[in-house]
């Protein structure tokens, strides 16, 4: 299993800024993967991080908005940059040690105003 | 998109009822994943079933699936208030690689 830290819990962001948000897994992982959930919605996946190269984004993700670094095999962060209210969504971050079930960080709770 | 359905969105029973969820999805997959998520919090893992298995037992958790048909229901027996909560359907594997496609959810409310 994979115990995952994710912060902030939640926060409220003025509009135009940037919020970075942090994953720490307590055991190494190959990749980690970062979904976005709009209220009442499922989860999208934004972008798979791996170790050592860029992140692979998904259709309607870029990098220039949703930054990610990968520096080690226990940490990622993801950045929303430049929000706006659209933003105000659920993010999650997860891993799959061994390729079968995903282990999830709690979420961050972002509202932007 | 290749997301799945679920179907019913939202299911409310009362305590020691069971309750049924269902899940289809699109494309070939390895293996099919059940989720809950309380309060949109993280997400907690559930039961996985093989593409080669057709039901699996867990507690009080059903699951079963039909490639042939693309789908795959979870049931929960004898319900309890602590049961409240979304539930998902995940698919892996197949073209995806090791990304999930997480289905569009069912909102389980199981009354005292």
């Known amino acids: 299993s994979a115990v995952i830290s994710q912060k902030p819990s939640r926060d409220i962001c003025q509009r135009g800024t940037s919020l970075t948000i942090q994953c720490q897994v307590d055991?190494?992982?190959?990749?980690m993967f970062w979904y976005r959930q709009q209220p009442g919605q499922s989860l999208t996946l934004i972008a798979t991080?791996?170790?050592?190269?860029?992140?692979?984004?998904e259709s309607g993700f870029v990098i220039d908005k949703f930054p990610i670094s990968r520096p080690n095999l226990t940490f990622s962060t993801l950045t929303v940059s430049n929000m706006s209210p659209e933003d105000s969504s659920i993010y999650l971050c997860?891993?799959?040690?061994?390729?079968?079930?995903?282990?999830f960080g709690q979420g961050t709770r972002l509202t932007v105003v | 998109s290749q997301q799945g359905e679920e179907d019913p969105q939202a299911l409310s029973i009362q305590e020691g009822e069971n309750a049924t969820m269902n899940c289809s999805y699109k494309?070939?997959?390895?293996?099919l994943q059940w989720y809950r998520q309380n309060s949109g919090r993280g997400l907690v893992h559930l039961i996985l079933?093989?593409?080669?298995?057709r039901e699996k037992h867990s507690g009080r958790l059903r699951v079963t699936l039909d490639t042939s048909k693309k789908s795959s229901s979870l049931l929960i027996t004898a319900s309890r208030a602590a049961d409240t909560a979304s539930y998902f359907c995940?698919?892996?594997?197949?073209?995806?690689?090791?990304?999930?496609?997480f289905g569009t959810g069912t909102q389980l409310k199981v009354e005292l």
């Open positions: 997860s891993a799959r040690p061994r390729n079968t079930e995903a282990f």
């Open positions: 055991s190494q992982v190959t990749m």
């Open positions: 991080a791996n170790q050592g190269s860029e992140a692979t984004y």
């Open positions: 494309t070939s997959i390895n293996n």
């Open positions: 079933i093989r593409s080669n298995e």
């Open positions: 995940a698919t892996g594997g197949g073209g995806g690689g090791n990304k999930l496609t």
